[in-house]
Each structure stands twice: as structure tokens, then as C-alpha cells.
């Protein structure tokens, strides 16, 4: 027999629920909730079962966790999902979906309708109801589904909410004062990203931020104690949490909401809920790992049905009084937002400055004339510089006045340069190192983490912010699932990148990325952008920041580089062009080259004096792609020219361009840079050498002999790496 | 003042170390040890400012911590860094490599000379004293430098040790009983993936496992609390460690001492050692991060000599004293070395099965005639499988008899078909789910400290481990770092990760990878392999299992595919081979497929009536390019044929082969696998039909007008992806 059938729901819960300032006038009767938790779990049965797949065990477990947020705890209108001051739901544990569609669909959202829940799993594209939520559909706030990202996208929109907050409430006008909820399974506070984020959430004292954890011990394979044993509630104190527990998640809807009041109001800490729930509660396999990602069964949906008072013949039933217990959502929302709405009218009478900037912020704008603010190229350092150093200049240009960018490092914010004088830092204000209206962010040691939260800053209100974060290069690749997710979910900010290539030197391989670059030019979405100097960082800032819908990662040297004559600001925005070389002549060689070597390339060109040579610079791959066919053809006329690349990455993917490269093919080495660059084989000597003596081969009476698809050249074999 | 001119070291401390079982005979004065300790932090200030680089600061703070190590608790043999019962040390905090060097200098490897140290940061490419410890060089049992990872190497040296010993030891013959000390600074533990391995560990009550805190309070950015305020000691005791801790780590060497062996004698738990210091000690900057990765300059480096009672004019500086306080660490060693041997004899004698089985793993030899052990073709399923399924026919063919194989998932082991009937888990007895003679590891939803932990087991003893890890493909991303450690080190592993391309099906984008492959086939060192069919997977274990250098990666379907007449299991060990089509006429068009999509391709084929067509299979992209030319342009005649490559992945890298191709240009959608192939283009019917329009506009006279480099032509634009 299921428990459900024979545990009570707190006869005394009526009561309760009238201290929750959200509550409805009419309370609601036990049977009533009963029922309603009951709709939700039967609806979560039918819908996995209709196309026999997807994860009904947390819907049937935590149905009565989202019935107190939909119903009593969170701050939203079904009308306009986009309020900028509701609260955010972000779902961690993504592949729990169903569980918030039915909530959407039952709260009012009109989008969601129960047709299109239906369409969970089923053979079409048309579908809103995706197998994990996705960030385009109304009243989701990002997509998640890779455990672990959603608690630090959650941490983002809680910094994003508490800076907004110390930079525009005034006494009396709190326009920003909404709260982030994160549902949480057990394999996000598994995942290390996890629990980089509630290490900072933690240290910050992110007090509208409320991580709910559905309990329920059951993974996967099975038991959670088969893998997992931590004591979650005293690790969660140990890093600075409130930590509250409910007994029994899965039917107590009064505890759950008592909880819910306690984390919406106690200060100084973020809270976490540690709610113990029955997996699949209802079905014959509950309390397992069999109901967490297949469908029950019909028999099994039938006996959950009769369990739960349902006639087990009819499916997707919402009795009307299910209907009629949410019905005041609506109303509330709409309430909630009109007096919103009416502060900030009133904000904006008493503080006309604040206001317009709050206003061209949620319009997405950045401050007018930014562009212009960028020094122009005759005024840059004219000895070599890192273009880590460079992008400093900007970044220092334009970021101090504009609320809008929110920069952090990943405990090396001097060796990325971005820094800037009289910067405040976005502090827990305790701690005496600044206050949540900082706009530098020490996200410590945890670049995953970073870069998930930079998502949820992101997210926050499109275009309100744009996040700044840095690391070394390699250590991106501790992010790379966020950074994918990023361009997944087209959100836009900027990533720093310092140290790349074997220029890192003396750090040696580990720190020197040799492949990695490849995944984030194949990234669909992404600008990767890899400037040659001074002048190209200015182009990449000003493509980062006129691409409003995809992030961008900026490849930065450790090593300093000269500004190079020919370099363009407005041309890095092609992607590729023409660096040094006469532009209307058919060159014998054309060599393309990328950040530090373009330079180098056209010290190799001078040393070419038997030829007519040219090189191109191309920062950035996939901006090139997309230019006309002409445009194409005239910078890299790879038809009429023997073509070189020179890049100390991998080869992958230039043999898309180039007939020949000049490329790392292993591993670097732990040396000085100079030495490294020799050693490879990238002193313009040996690299005017390799090509000449390979051009020759390729000369013909008739011309140059240009290598077909599939004869690609590697100039830089035997290099002999230790790795 | 510096704080060591003032503060004595406990008196007593001699009489405190004779306890520990490694003492040596002729307990040393304090003045001796002072000295040492001084000793080691002079030459760390000295060879930082010799090349102004690198990391002083932890050498001088953590010098005594050091002296602990090598003086009194560890056991090793320095004649023999690769005596199978040494203790294994793995320094997390890669960057201070010099204070490890310098200890195996003192106590007597002979590869580390005092020149060799020297080399640190010089310009040479000769040098062993790279910027973070090698893997290749004596006495260094990972490499590491990425922080965290070392934490959950050591994880999986402590689980190799742990499954070794349950697997070898008998009463009275411990055979293997070493421990296994990782040394952190405050980033590791920031690291997710840190707190993932010790989450782990904690888990499965490692005590044979010692984490050695050097918690000097700073980071490169500043002091810790900037960032990072967890309560350290009392998360660990959360997550199942036994808890030490030490007040004055930079000079109370009896205290540490103490530590360590109460942790070398604690049983049940691994324990963590909260070592209090001060990093950068005796520098004008101590207490700062001033001194964590930059030189001290001259001035400073003089000071901090006249503090300690060196002669600020001499560099390098080892007093006779100090090499005699060490001395007898060979002696011990050897005699540490010299009893166990006799301990294998008498073992050999007792019990000779065990013993030869512990000497062929020890040799790096799988089971005799494994190969033979896999089904043949003829025996395989004919009805269509899941790659991912067939991989567990072969695993099961080979992994239940050979305790070389330790096996495990990140809470997926079913669907990744890393299971066999009778399997026993690798738990901690206490349990109930197994004992460390399993071979079966449930790492949890952990991916990252997985991989990280299987580069500890593959590194414990070369080939006496074949780590085999298993994920959905997409969640490996969390692991790439891991990953790309894996390839440097050349240390071999199989990645088992299923669910690949598009074909994840209504899971959706999120766990669709699109971009990722090309990393791994980018990532030197790797075996990234794509199976067609079951043939194909037999293929790839082959593959994997022959190369004993390097870690394989199997990217798995989730969908079934047919079982294909010209696949080749031997073929695969080329990299690419001509499936389908006549190998001695020159075919119009080549389509080269990987997967899933060489079925697709051949189908495709078939409708291409009007064609000449081959199908070229490619699992191993990396294996073709090591073909000689006569292989590769035999097989794919690129400047005879029109040829066009298909794979629902991103096209970055396949210019180098193909004229043009059929991939993803966006993200993939929610919706079953069948609906997607065919929305996305990759349906027969519209692959031949795209494949021939376009074949038409490169037809001549001539014949085909093969389309050069720089053309690369995308068949399938337009997919209207959704994301």
C-alpha cells in the first residue's frame, strides 16, 4: 500500500500557511492539497508513461516541494514571465522538467498548456516541453540539465539580484528585492561544480538565495549510500550555510512551507532546505533507482492511480479544483507586479539618475558612445606589449563607468589585467573587502563555478549585465561545460584568456593549451578570438560587445607583442584580412597566422625574398566563415596561392584553409618562451626555411603545384617534444 | 623579525619522534633540524631569484612539513623510486614543485642533482626541474600543476593500493600495505574537483590515504578570506575524514611528525591534516601573495638569508650537516626494500598462483590470449545493437578474469554496460555493498575526480591497472582536464562514453556533444574511436588494450545499429578503411562515415545509383594520419574523387579529408533519435539527394572538378536548429 494513502497532511496546516505573506485569502483544505499533490504525481506518471520514457520519479516525489513554491512561496505573474523584479526558479536538477511544467501549466502560464506537456518526449520538433527546460520557453530562466550547473547559474542570479539591489535601492524603494530558488537533486551537490558554488554563495552570504534539496537518496544505479555519504547539512554549514530540515518532503506541504518562510527571511546567510522525500512515491518500485529515468509501466501507473484515488482507466486528469486552487496565481502575480510597477514609477520621480540608468540597463544598452571611449590605435603603447596587458586598457576604458559589467577573476584578476582603479569588490559587506554593489568578483579558485554563475548573471535580465570573467587559458578548460552552455543558451559575456600557447613558458605543458582551442572554435556560437596585438584587442572587444546574443573568449599572450602596422580594428570583424602584403597582387605564399604569430609572420615574410608573400591575420575563424564567398576567396586565395598556416596549437582544422602548417604537434615544455619558440620551430628563420624549401617542392614550370584536399602538410614534424 | 630567529622548536621533540616506526637511530638535535629547515628555505629563495620566477613561497613555508615527509614518515627506497611497495607522494600544489625537488635532492635520488635544481626556470630544454612535476622524472609520480587534480590522483593511487592489497595480501604476507600522501595548498581544495575526490574517499573510508593541508591562509590574489571562508576541518569531518590539525606547520616539526603518524596508524578513514603555516617565512612579504609566485628579489633573498643564520652573500648553500641528517634515508630505504623482497620470495613459495598473477601484472601484462577471448564476427548479434551494448559483450569476454581491470561508472554502470554477472563492488567493507577486492567503482556523479582517480590508478604501477571509466559522452566534458592529464602523461586508460551525437535523442541539446569530439581528436596522445557496429567496437578494445601508452576513448551509441558486412576489427587498427564499394576502381564519390552514420552512409550509398561510390569507415581520425600515403590516398583518393564526409557532429577538421560534408551547423533539440536524424538531414534519402546535386555542379567534361583547398562545401545549411 502507498504511504500516501495512509499518511495525513498535517490537519493544522491551514493555519500554518496564513503566516506566508503570499498566502491566498481562501486557505485550503487538506484534501484539497492532497488532491492537488495527487494530480501532479498521476499527471507525472501519465506523461512518462504516453511515450514510455523520461524521469517521473522526482515529479511523484517532490510533488508537494513545488506545490509550496508555485503556490505559496515564490514571487512571479504567469502573464508576464519577464518581470525583472520576480523571483527565479532555476531547476538544477534539469531532468525533473516534467515536475516544473505541470507547475507552469497549473500556475497560469498560457504558454504551457496541457497539450503541450503532452508533447514531452513525443516524435516532434514542435514541442516546448524539451526533456530537460530550455531557457527560451516562458518560466524557465536558463537551461540546465548538466548536473550541477543549475546551483551555480542560481548563485549568479543571486549576485546579479544583490548587486542590482546595492546599486539601485534607495530607503523606501526596494525596485529589486526578489529571491533565487534552486531545486536540487543529489548529483548536483555530487558534482564539483556544485559545490564550488555553494563555497562562494557561502562566503558572499547570499541571503536570497534558497537551495532546495529534494532528498530523496536514490540515483541512477540505485541507493545514493552506494556512492555518496556525506552529512550534506553539516558540510552545507561548514561553508557558511543557514541549513534547515524537513522530515517528510513528499507529503508534510505545511513543514515545506514553514521552511520556505524561514529561508525567505533570515538574513545573512544563504539557505539551504534539506527535504527528505520518497522517490516515485505512489508506485510499486518507490524508494528506487528504477523510477527515477523510465517510465513505471501501465500496470504500475494504474496501481499509482488507484493508490492516489484516481480512476486508473483515465489519464492527464486536473480535477477543476486543482484548477480553481491555483487560480489565484494569477491574480497575485498581476498584483504584485502593478505595485512594482508603481515603485518604480515613484523611484524614478525621486531618482531621476539612477532610474534612466536602471532603465537603459534592462533596455540592454550599454553606455552611449562606449566604442568611442576604446583608445584609438595612434594612441596605444608603441613598444611590445602582452595583449593580455592591452586588453587591460580597454577593459579599464570603458568598464569603470558602466554599471553594467560585472568582472571577476578566477583568483588571478592582476595577471589578467582586470583591474581597474577605485574598483569596489562585490562583497559580502561583513567581511570589510567591499559590498554587493562591487563590480569586481573574486570568485576564488573555482573557474567552473564562475563561469556557470557568469551564466546566471547573464540570464538575469538579458542584456542587463555583462559578466567579465578571467583565468589562465587552460583553466577555462576546467570550464568548458559552462562555456558550452553559454553559447547553447546564446547568453553574452566575455571571457579572458591569458597565458595561451606555449608562451605560458616556464609553467611548462600542463599550462600550456595545445588542443583545447579547437573545441572553442568548433563551439557553435562562441567567438573565439585570438588578437595579434594591441589594436586587434580593441576589435575584439568591440565585437564582444556588439554580439549581443553569443559570448566570446578572448585568447590572450603572456608574452609581449609588438603593435603591427597593418593591424585593424574594424577588420578583426571579418574574422580574417589582410595584415602585410600588397592586397591587389596574387601573392606566391600566403601565410595566415593567429595572435602572437602574426607578428612573427610577417618577420617570416620579410625573410621570404624570393617570393611574392602575404600574410592575413585571422582572429577569429568563424566570424570568416560567415563573410561573402568573394571576400573569401580575395583574402586566402588558396586557389592561386600556396597557403601556410603558423599557429602554435594543434593543426586541427586548418586544413581548411591551408595547404600547409606550421604547428605544436604534441605537447610543450617547461622553458622561457623564446626558448620554446625556437625549440619548436616557430624563430622566423626556421620557419621561413620550412617553407621555402616545402614551396619548392610544390613549384612547377606551369606554376605552383597547389596541394588538393587531403595532402595537407605538417612543416614542423620532429620537433621532438618530451610530451 | 623573522619569526624562526625568535621561535624555538619543542626540546622534546626528539624524544617524540623515536615513536615513529621509520626513527631513525640517532635522533637528530633541534639545531640540526633548524638548520635543515633554514637550509631548504634559503635554496628556495635562491633558485626562485636565479631566473626571478617561480614559486618561493610554499618551499619556505612548508619546508618543515617537508622535512616530516621525507625524514620520518615516508617510506620509500631512493635507489629505487619504482619499488612497487614505496609510499606514494603526489604534490597537489604542482607549483611548488621546487620544495619537493629540493627533498629528493636531500635525501638521496641521485637523478636530482643540486644542478639539475639549478636548471629550474633556466633557459635550457634539458632540464628535469621542470615548472611543475613531471610524471617522467624519479621520484615524481604524476604530473601535476592543474589544481585539484592531484588530490583525486592520489585518490586513485589509494584505491589501487586498497584493491591490490584485498586482492594479493594474505595473513602474514602484506604484500602491498604503502600510503599513499597528497600535499595541498587552499586552490585544491577550492577545486571542484578536490572536493569531489574527497567526497570519494571519504566515502569509501581510504586509510590508507593522507592529505596534507599546507594552509597558509594566501593565494595569488591576496589572503584566502577574500574568497574562500569554508570551515575546512569540519567539511571534511562531513564528508567521512578523520581530522588533525597543527598550529605552527612552518616550525614545529615534532608536532607534525606526530600527526603523521597518528594518521599513518588510524584506521577506518582517510585523514586530513590541517597544517597551519606561514607561507613565504622569513621574506620582508611573509603572510602575503607577494611572495606566492614571483621572486623575492635580491634584497629580500639577503635578508631572509641573515635571518636565518646563512651568509646572505652565498647561494646554494647545503652545510655538510644538513646531507648527513639525511643520510641514512637510503640505508633505510634500501633495508625497507631489501625485507620486502624477501617477504615476495616467501609469498612466491606460499602462494604461487597469487604471486604470478601479481608478477605478470607487475610485468604490465594483461591475461594471456585476451584477444582470443573476444567474440569473433561470425558469433556476434545479428539483429541491430547499441554499440554501447556490444562494448559490454566484450567486456564481459575479458574484464571478469583478469583482476587487472578495474572497472567503474559515474552513476551510469547500466547503461554504459560496464557491468558483469558477480561483479563485487570496490566498497569499503563495512558497506555491505563489497570490499576493496571489487573491481566494480562506483564513483558517483563525479566524472571529473573519475578520470582524475583513474590516472592515479593507471599511474600506480605502470600496466599492472587498465582503468576503464564510463558516462554518457557529453558529461566527459566535465572531465576534459583529467582527460588531456591522461594524454600528457600517456598513461592508459579506456573512457567508455555512450550516448553519442544526436542520437541521445529527447534527452536533448544538452546532452547531445556536438563540438566536444573534435577536441578529443585534436588532444595529441589520444585514441579518440568512433565504432560503425559491434565489429568495429571489438575494434577498438583491441586497439586500446595493444597501446600501452596512451588512454582510448569509445564514443557509444545510445541507438541500435546493424551489424555490418565490411567491417574489420583488424582494419580499424588502420584508422580508416573502405567499408563498402569496389577497392580497385576509382569511385566518383567517397563518403567517409564514423559510427552510427557508416550504416547511414552505405544506405546512402545504395540510393546513389548513378554513381560509383565507396564508404570509407574512419573510427580513429589520428590512427589514418599515421598511415604512409600510399594507404591514405588508396583509401580515400581526394584527387580522383569527389569526397564528402558525414557525421552528425560539427564539420570543424574534416576540410583535411573531404570536399564536403554533412554535419551539424548549431546545436541539436529535444525529440527522439529518429526524428532528429531525419529534421537535421541525416536521413538516406535527403543525404543522396544533397550529395548528388551537389556532385552535379562539380561535374565537367573533364570529369570531376574537385574542389581545392579553402572550398569546403556544407551539404546540410539550413537545418533550422532550433538552438
Same mark, same amino acid.
Given at each position: 500500500?502507498?504511504?500516501?494513502?495512509?499518511?495525513?497532511?498535517?490537519?493544522?496546516?491551514?493555519?500554518?500557511?496564513?503566516?506566508?505573506?503570499?498566502?491566498?485569502?481562501?486557505?485550503?483544505?487538506?484534501?484539497?492539497?492532497?488532491?492537488?499533490? @495527487?494530480?501532479?504525481?498521476?499527471?507525472?506518471?501519465?506523461?512518462?508513461?504516453?511515450?514510455?520514457?523520461?524521469?517521473?520519479?522526482?515529479?511523484?516525489?517532490?510533488?508537494?516541494?513545488?506545490?509550496?513554491?508555485?503556490?505559496? #512561496?515564490?514571487?512571479?505573474?504567469?502573464?508576464?514571465?519577464?518581470?525583472?523584479?520576480?523571483?527565479?526558479?532555476?531547476?538544477?536538477?534539469?531532468?525533473?522538467?516534467?515536475?516544473?511544467?505541470?507547475?507552469?501549466?497549473?500556475?497560469?502560464?498560457?504558454?504551457?498548456?496541457?497539450?503541450?506537456?503532452?508533447?514531452?518526449?513525443?516524435?516532434?520538433?514542435?514541442?516546448?516541453?524539451?526533456?530537460?527546460?530550455?531557457?527560451?520557453?516562458?518560466?524557465?530562466?536558463?537551461?540546465?540539465?548538466?548536473?550541477?550547473?543549475?546551483?551555480?547559474?542560481?548563485?549568479?542570479?543571486?549576485?546579479?539580484?544583490?548587486?542590482?539591489?546595492?546599486?539601485?535601492?534607495?530607503?523606501?524603494?526596494?525596485?529589486?528585492? @526578489?529571491?533565487?530558488?534552486?531545486?536540487?537533486?543529489?548529483?548536483?551537490?555530487?558534482?564539483?561544480?556544485?559545490?564550488?558554488?555553494?563555497?562562494?554563495?557561502?562566503?558572499?552570504?547570499?541571503? @536570497?538565495?534558497?537551495?532546495?534539496?529534494?532528498?530523496?537518496?536514490?540515483?541512477?544505479?540505485?541507493?545514493?549510500?552506494?556512492?555518496?555519504?556525506?552529512?550534506?547539512?553539516?558540510?552545507?554549514?561548514?561553508?557558511?550555510?543557514?541549513?534547515?530540515?524537513?522530515?517528510?518532503?513528499?507529503?508534510?506541504?505545511?513543514?515545506?512551507?514553514?521552511?520556505?518562510?524561514?529561508?525567505?527571511?533570515?538574513?545573512?546567510?544563504?539557505?539551504?532546505?534539506?527535504?527528505?522525500?520518497?522517490?516515485?512515491?505512489?508506485?510499486?518500485?518507490?524508494?528506487?533507482?528504477?523510477?527515477?529515468?523510465?517510465?513505471?509501466?501501465?500496470?504500475?501507473?494504474?496501481?499509482?492511480?488507484?493508490?492516489?484515488?484516481?480512476?486508473?482507466?483515465?489519464?492527464?486528469?486536473?480535477?477543476?479544483?486543482?484548477?480553481?486552487?491555483?487560480?489565484?496565481?494569477?491574480?497575485?502575480?498581476?498584483?504584485?507586479? @502593478?505595485?512594482?510597477?508603481?515603485?518604480?514609477?515613484?523611484?524614478?520621480?525621486?531618482?531621476?539618475?539612477?532610474?534612466?540608468?536602471?532603465?537603459?540597463?534592462?533596455?540592454?544598452?550599454?553606455?552611449?558612445?562606449?566604442?568611442?571611449?576604446?583608445?584609438?590605435?595612434?594612441?596605444?603603447?608603441?613598444?611590445? +606589449?602582452?595583449?593580455?596587458?592591452?586588453?587591460?586598457?580597454?577593459?579599464?576604458?570603458?568598464?569603470?563607468?558602466?554599471?553594467?559589467?560585472?568582472?571577476?577573476?578566477?583568483?588571478?584578476?592582476?595577471?589578467?589585467?582586470?583591474?581597474?582603479?577605485?574598483?569596489?569588490?562585490?562583497?559580502?559587506?561583513?567581511?570589510?573587502?567591499?559590498?554587493?554593489?562591487?563590480?569586481?568578483?573574486?570568485?576564488?579558485?573555482?573557474?567552473?563555478?564562475?563561469?556557470?554563475?557568469?551564466?546566471?548573471?547573464?540570464?538575469?535580465?538579458?542584456?542587463?549585465?555583462?559578466?567579465?570573467?578571467?583565468?589562465?587559458?587552460?583553466?577555462?578548460?576546467?570550464?568548458?561545460?559552462?562555456?558550452?552552455?553559454?553559447?547553447?543558451?546564446?547568453?553574452?559575456?566575455?571571457?579572458?584568456?591569458?597565458?595561451?600557447?606555449?608562451?605560458?613558458?616556464?609553467?611548462?605543458?600542463?599550462?600550456?593549451?595545445?588542443?583545447?582551442?579547437?573545441?572553442?572554435?568548433?563551439?557553435?556560437?562562441?567567438?573565439?578570438?585570438?588578437?595579434?596585438?594591441?589594436?586587434?584587442?580593441?576589435?575584439?572587444?568591440?565585437?564582444?560587445?556588439?554580439?549581443?546574443?553569443?559570448?566570446?573568449?578572448? #585568447?590572450?599572450?603572456?608574452?609581449?607583442?609588438?603593435?603591427?602596422?597593418?593591424?585593424?580594428?574594424?577588420?578583426?570583424?571579418?574574422?580574417?584580412?589582410?595584415?602585410?602584403?600588397?592586397?591587389?597582387?596574387?601573392?606566391?605564399?600566403?601565410?595566415?597566422?593567429?595572435?602572437?604569430?602574426?607578428?612573427?609572420?610577417?618577420?617570416?615574410?620579410?625573410?621570404?625574398?624570393?617570393? +611574392?608573400?602575404?600574410?592575413?591575420?585571422?582572429?577569429?575563424?568563424?566570424?570568416?566563415?560567415?563573410?561573402?564567398?568573394?571576400?573569401?576567396?580575395?583574402?586566402?586565395? #588558396?586557389?592561386?596561392?600556396?597557403?601556410?598556416?603558423?599557429?602554435?596549437?594543434?593543426?586541427?582544422?586548418?586544413?581548411?584553409?591551408?595547404?600547409?602548417?606550421?604547428?605544436?604537434?604534441?605537447?610543450?615544455?617547461?622553458?622561457?618562451?623564446?626558448?620554446?619558440?625556437?625549440?619548436?620551430?616557430?624563430?622566423? +628563420?626556421?620557419?621561413?626555411?620550412?617553407?621555402?624549401?616545402?614551396?619548392?617542392?610544390?613549384?612547377?614550370?606551369?606554376?605552383?603545384?597547389?596541394?588538393?584536399?587531403?595532402?595537407?602538410?605538417?612543416?614542423?614534424?620532429?620537433?621532438?617534444?618530451?610530451?
Amino acid at each position: 500500500m502507498s504511504p500516501i494513502a495512509t499518511q495525513q497532511v498535517n490537519s493544522s496546516h491551514g493555519t500554518e500557511l496564513s503566516k506566508n505573506p503570499h498566502v491566498l485569502a481562501k486557505a485550503s483544505s487538506p484534501d484539497t492539497e492532497k488532491l492537488v499533490i @495527487n494530480t501532479i504525481r498521476c499527471l507525472g506518471a501519465d506523461l512518462c508513461q504516453q511515450y514510455k520514457g523520461g524521469h517521473p520519479g522526482t515529479v511523484m516525489g517532490a510533488a508537494a516541494i513545488a506545490t509550496a513554491l508555485w503556490k505559496y #512561496s515564490m514571487r512571479y505573474n504567469p502573464a508576464n514571465p519577464d518581470w525583472v523584479n520576480r523571483d527565479r526558479f532555476v531547476l538544477s536538477a534539469g531532468h525533473a522538467c516534467l515536475l516544473q511544467y505541470i507547475l507552469l501549466h497549473l500556475s497560469g502560464y498560457s504558454t504551457w498548456t496541457l497539450d503541450q506537456i503532452k508533447k514531452y518526449h513525443a516524435p516532434t520538433m514542435d514541442g516546448i516541453a524539451a526533456g530537460h527546460p530550455e531557457i527560451e520557453f516562458p518560466g524557465v530562466e536558463l537551461t540546465t540539465g548538466l548536473l550541477g550547473q543549475g546551483i551555480a547559474n542560481a548563485v549568479g542570479l543571486a549576485i546579479a539580484n544583490k548587486n542590482m539591489a546595492a546599486t539601485y535601492n534607495k530607503d523606501g524603494f526596494p525596485v529589486i528585492d @526578489n529571491k533565487v530558488w534552486c531545486f536540487t537533486g543529489d548529483g548536483c551537490l555530487q558534482e564539483g561544480i556544485g559545490q564550488e558554488a555553494i563555497s562562494m554563495a557561502g562566503h558572499w552570504g547570499l541571503d @536570497n538565495l534558497i537551495l532546495v534539496y529534494d532528498n530523496n537518496s536514490v540515483t541512477v544505479d540505485g541507493s545514493i549510500d552506494i556512492c555518496f555519504t556525506d552529512d550534506t547539512s553539516a558540510k552545507l554549514k561548514s561553508m557558511g550555510w543557514h541549513v534547515l530540515e524537513v522530515d517528510d518532503g513528499s507529503n508534510d506541504l505545511a513543514a515545506i512551507v514553514e521552511a520556505f518562510d524561514k529561508a525567505k527571511t533570515f538574513t545573512g546567510k544563504p539557505t539551504f532546505i534539506n527535504i527528505k522525500t520518497v522517490i516515485g512515491i505512489g508506485s510499486a518500485n518507490q524508494g528506487s533507482g528504477k523510477v527515477h529515468g523510465a517510465a513505471l509501466g501501465e500496470d504500475d501507473v494504474k496501481n499509482v492511480k488507484s493508490a492516489l484515488g484516481f480512476n486508473p482507466e483515465e489519464k492527464f486528469v486536473v480535477p477543476q479544483s486543482v484548477y480553481d486552487y491555483f487560480s489565484e496565481t494569477k491574480s497575485r502575480g498581476q498584483k504584485d507586479e @502593478n505595485e512594482w510597477n508603481q515603485l518604480v514609477a515613484k523611484y524614478q520621480e525621486a531618482y531621476p539618475k539612477e532610474s534612466a540608468e536602471l532603465h537603459r540597463r534592462l533596455k540592454g544598452e550599454l553606455i552611449e558612445g562606449w566604442e568611442g571611449k576604446l583608445p584609438p590605435k595612434e594612441s596605444l603603447p608603441k613598444d611590445p +606589449k602582452a595583449t593580455r596587458q592591452s586588453s587591460g586598457i580597454f577593459l579599464k576604458s570603458i568598464i569603470p563607468e558602466d554599471n553594467s559589467f560585472l568582472v571577476g577573476s578566477a583568483d588571478l584578476c592582476e595577471s589578467t589585467f582586470v583591474n581597474w582603479d577605485n574598483m569596489v569588490e562585490f562583497q559580502n559587506p561583513k567581511s570589510g573587502y567591499g559590498d554587493y554593489s562591487g563590480r569586481q568578483v573574486r570568485y576564488g579558485i573555482r573557474e567552473h563555478a564562475m563561469v556557470a554563475a557568469a551564466n546566471g548573471v547573464a540570464a538575469w535580465h538579458k542584456g542587463a549585465f555583462v559578466p567579465i570573467m578571467s583565468s589562465y587559458f587552460i583553466f577555462w578548460l576546467y570550464a568548458a561545460p559552462s562555456l558550452r552552455m553559454a553559447a547553447l543558451m546564446k547568453l553574452r559575456f566575455i571571457a579572458i584568456a591569458t597565458h595561451d600557447s606555449i608562451g605560458v613558458g616556464e609553467d611548462g605543458p600542463t599550462h600550456q593549451p595545445i588542443a583545447f582551442p579547437t573545441f572553442l572554435r568548433a563551439l557553435p556560437n562562441l567567438n573565439y578570438v585570438r588578437p595579434a596585438d594591441a589594436e586587434e584587442v580593441a576589435g575584439a572587444w568591440i565585437l564582444a560587445l556588439k554580439d549581443e546574443d553569443h559570448p566570446s573568449f578572448f #585568447s590572450l599572450t603572456r608574452q609581449p607583442v609588438p603593435l603591427l602596422e597593418g593591424t585593424d580594428r574594424n577588420k578583426v570583424q571579418y574574422g580574417a584580412y589582410i595584415v602585410h602584403g600588397d592586397a591587389n597582387e596574387i601573392p606566391d605564399l600566403t601565410l595566415i597566422a593567429t595572435g602572437s604569430e602574426v607578428g612573427r609572420a610577417i618577420d617570416t615574410a620579410k625573410l621570404l625574398k624570393d617570393y +611574392k608573400v602575404r600574410v592575413v591575420s585571422m582572429p577569429h575563424m568563424g566570424r570568416f566563415d560567415k563573410q561573402s564567398v568573394e571576400y573569401r576567396r580575395s583574402t586566402i586565395p #588558396s586557389g592561386k596561392s600556396l597557403v601556410v598556416a603558423i599557429e602554435p596549437y594543434c593543426s586541427f582544422g586548418w586544413a581548411k584553409y591551408a595547404h600547409a602548417g606550421a604547428h605544436m604537434t604534441g605537447f610543450g615544455h617547461s622553458a622561457p618562451y623564446s626558448v620554446l619558440f625556437e625549440h619548436f620551430g616557430f624563430g622566423p +628563420k626556421n620557419l621561413a626555411s620550412k617553407i621555402s624549401a616545402w614551396a619548392e617542392t610544390r613549384k612547377t614550370s606551369q606554376g605552383w603545384d597547389l596541394p588538393g584536399v587531403g595532402e595537407f602538410e605538417e612543416l614542423l614534424l620532429n620537433q621532438n617534444p618530451a610530451h
